[in-house]
């Protein structure tokens, strides 16, 4: 439940009522709210003098429910918007790893070369291994610091773990939260804490309920600025390496306010399958794509199957500029 709250009124003893059900104060797009969990139908008893109007969203989602607001959040990225009224759709492009100077300067020339604006990459990876490469870490950062400054690309990259969260906020324009860091409440309340777009990947484990509230914990610290990432969860299936959720991506559309980002270099695990899949992402009318490309991919030090190499990238970008126009979507 979420309750728009009445002006001028006494704030400590809102609390005190407040708290016996656990409400947290939001600030939402300039309106002062109190959200309260999904169980609640009707506004506590104690709570009625505070109440200018309330709101019943569904199940335990609120502040993304388009019950709350029924048209889809806009975020500013650098020079453009995703999501509100836009028929916007960004790329997002790079490679799995920053691995070296060269390597993430040929990415960041290739996507400055075909218009793409965003360049992922990761510094601190989240691998199922100790043993295999982690990432460069803090350096890695310096060196996506470094290309936003030289080429003027906006920097995504990601969090492992609540240790360097703090420089990754620093380091880059969107802070991806990925799929194992997901559950991760310390990242989460730090990137609420944050005012830069962050966004968060689907754990592959994970329901669309949890998914969501995931979400909500960066909404509800005061963060408008969240995207959700699907990028395949695990199924019975094993000959691709997760199962790309498009059906998730149609009930996020329609039951949640957030913008949506595609990743079919993840769900899908090998190159071969990427393209097909990317289109297809784009024909679901997604606020974004995000595709795992890399100089040399089978020496890549993670993701080696699944990154496109640049000759496969610039074959796929122009068939998704013809697919947009077809959509009239505009990729950003
Ligand atoms: C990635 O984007 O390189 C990554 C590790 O993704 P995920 O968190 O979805 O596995
Ligand atoms: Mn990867």
């Known amino acids: 439940m979420i309750i728009h709250l009445k002006k001028n009124i006494d704030k400590t003893k809102l609390l005190e009522e407040a708290s ?3 409400g947290t104060l939001v600030q939402d797009e300039g309106k002062e709210l109190l959200v309260l969990s999904g169980k609640y139908l009707n506004v506590p008893e104690p709570l009625i003098p505070f109440v200018e109007q309330f709101i019943n969203t569904e199940g335990d989602f609120q502040l993304s429910s388009r019950r709350y607001k029924a048209e889809k959040r806009t975020i500013r990225l650098g020079s453009f918007e995703l999501g509100g009224a836009t028929n916007h759709c960004a790329l997002i492009a790079g490679p799995c790893s920053v691995e070296t100077e060269e390597q993430i300067e040929a990415c960041a020339e290739l996507c400055v070369s075909l218009n793409v604006k965003v ?9 199922t291994s100790p043993y295999s490469f982690q990432g460069l870490g803090l350096e890695g950062l310096k060196m996506l610091g470094r290309m936003r400054e030289k080429y003027g690309l906006l920097i995504i990259t990601e969090v492992r773990d609540a240790t360097h969260v703090h420089d990754v906020i620093e380091w880059s324009d969107i802070i991806q939260v990925g799929a194992k860091a997901m559950y991760d409440q310390g990242i989460l309340r730090a990137c609420a804490g944050a005012r830069k777009p962050v966004l968060i990947k689907r754990g592959f484990g994970s329901t669309l309920q949890e998914f969501v509230q995931a979400a909500e914990f960066v909404l509800a610290g005061g963060n408008p600025n969240v995207m959700l990432c ?3 969860i695990r199924t019975f299936e094993t000959k ?3 199962t790309l959720d498009l059906c998730a991506v149609a ?10 980002i595609l990743d079919p270099s993840h769900a899908m695990g090998y190159a071969y399958g990427v393209p097909d899949l990317a289109r297809a992402c784009l024909a679901m009318g997604v606020d974004g794509l995000m595709i795992e490309v890399h100089p040399n991919p089978s020496n890549a030090l993670s ?6 190499n640049f000759e496969e990238f610039k074959k796929l970008i122009p068939s998704l500029y013809l697919l947009a126009s077809a959509l009239n979507i505009q990729l950003v």
């Not at 360049?119 to 691998?127: E, Q, S």
């Not at 559309?253 to 913008?259: Q, V």
């Not at 993701?303 to 496109?308: A, E, I, K, R, S």
């Open 20 to 22: 016996a059900h656990f």
């Open 119 to 127: 360049l992922r990459a990761g510094a601190f990876k989240p691998r």
């Open 230 to 232: 699907e990028r395949g």
């Open 303 to 308: 993701d080696p199957t699944q990154q496109l």
């Open 240 to 242: 691709t390496r997760f």
């Open 251 to 260: 009930w996020l559309k329609e039951h949640c306010n957030i913008p949506v």
